[in-house]
């Protein structure tokens, strides 16, 4: 699959797992400890891998923006 292709996909499951996080830590009192869990620690794993994976793709682009000479 191509980077551009991989990063289309990536990109929304990213906001989509950032928004899971953000609602699930504000609603943590409400639902039961057992789905606060799933959705939250798991959520979190996943968002970290994915966060990782979107690293890896754009790593060309860091290296150009922070590495580049004065």
């Given at each position: 699959?191509?980077?551009?292709?991989?990063?289309?996909?990536?990109n929304?499951?990213l906001?989509?797992?950032v928004?899971n996080?953000?609602?699930?830590?504000?609603?943590?009192?409400?639902i039961p400890?057992?789905?606060?869990?799933?959705?939250?620690?798991g959520g979190?794993?996943?968002?970290?891998g994915?966060a990782t994976l979107h690293?890896?793709l754009?790593w060309n682009w860091v290296?150009?923006?922070l590495?580049?000479?004065s």
């Amino acid at each position: 699959m191509k980077r551009n292709t991989m990063l289309k996909i990536l990109n929304p499951l990213l906001a989509v797992l950032v928004l899971n996080q953000v609602t699930t830590a504000l609603i943590h009192d409400a639902i039961p400890h057992e789905v606060f869990g799933i959705m939250h620690m798991g959520g979190g794993f996943t968002l970290a891998g994915l966060a990782t994976l979107h690293l890896i793709l754009n790593w060309n682009w860091v290296k150009s923006s922070l590495f580049r000479r004065s």
